[in-house]
């Protein structure tokens, strides 16, 4: 059928994927709650990454510029704190 093309030899390959497994222990009620997060065609491991990745971590910079407040409330804020934090007196600790 190939002709000389095989020249009698035969080449073999085998790839092999294994997605580790992992079981969990849920109550009925964290399983109901997950169950109605799921959406078409997701996994439980898919909703699970999905929240998870949702949970993370975020820095204080995406914050910046956030506050809904007016400058006259953010400017009362400021000087509380500030009036606090002239309040505060260090105690020594010893070691």
């Known amino acids: 059928m190939f002709g000389n093309f095989w ?3 035969f080449i073999y390959m085998h790839a092999y ?4 497994t992992k ?4 109550s009925d009620e964290a399983y109901t709650c997950l169950k109605s997060l799921k ?6 491991s898919d909703v699970v990454n999905r929240i998870a990745s ?3 971590k975020k820095s204080l ?3 910046a ?3 809904p407040g007016g400058n006259q409330e953010l400017e009362t804020i400021k000087r509380t704190i500030y009036e606090d934090r002239k309040k ?3 105690r020594k600790v010893g070691f």
Not at 23 to 26: A, G, N, P
């Open 88 to 90: 505060f007196k260090l």
């Open 54 to 56: 949702t949970e993370k």
């Open 23 to 26: 079981v969990i222990s849920l």
């Open 39 to 44: 959406k078409e065609g997701e996994s439980f």
């Open 61 to 63: 910079l995406e914050l």
């Open 17 to 20: 994927m294994h997605l580790m």
């Open 7 to 9: 020249n009698g030899k």
């Open 65 to 67: 510029g956030k506050w």
